[in-house]
């Protein structure tokens, strides 16, 4: 069973925010990286950003750099994505992962293979 619980989805227009949540109790001492990952029906889950939990290390995909970021609190056990700029290419539902890997080790950040720990996910809309 999942320890990974996400918030903060919703419907926004376009060059809004949204903050999504990701709670995830003891992280640090269970896992190496941290990810975000989004999927749309029809479509494969890709990789957003990641963040290596025991430094300050993050990855991001293309499509979001310069409008996402990727951070986490570990005082809260949280993992947090800070989404602005949106666009409506952004719909999709979010979900939060966690690997033991660290985000170097065992293939790209973004392949979903490394991480064995996923939230039930929260969906992000956005309209133009």
């Known amino acids: ?6 918030s903060g989805g919703g419907s926004v227009q376009a060059g809004g925010s949204l903050r999504l949540s990701c709670a995830a109790p003891e992280y640090t001492s269970k ?7 989004r ?5 494969e889950r890709e990789g957003v950003a990641a963040v290596y939990t025991a430094g300050v290390n993050e990855y ?6 310069g409008r996402f970021t990727i951070s986490q609190d570990n005082s809260k056990d949280t993992v947090y994505l800070q989404m602005n700029s949106l666009k409506p290419e952004d719909t999709g539902m979010y979900y939060c992962a966690a690997s033991p890997l660290h985000p170097w ?8 293979d490394k991480y064995n720990q996923w939230g039930q996910g929260t969906q992000v809309i956005v309209s133009s």
Do not use: C, H, I
């Open 1 to 6: 069973q999942s320890q990974l619980v996400e």
């Open 31 to 37: 896992f190496k990286s941290m990810a975000w990952f």
């Open 39 to 43: 999927q749309t029906p029809g479509s």
């Open 60 to 65: 991001y995909a293309d499509s979001v750099k």
């Open 105 to 112: 080790y065992g293939g790209s950040w973004s392949s979903r």
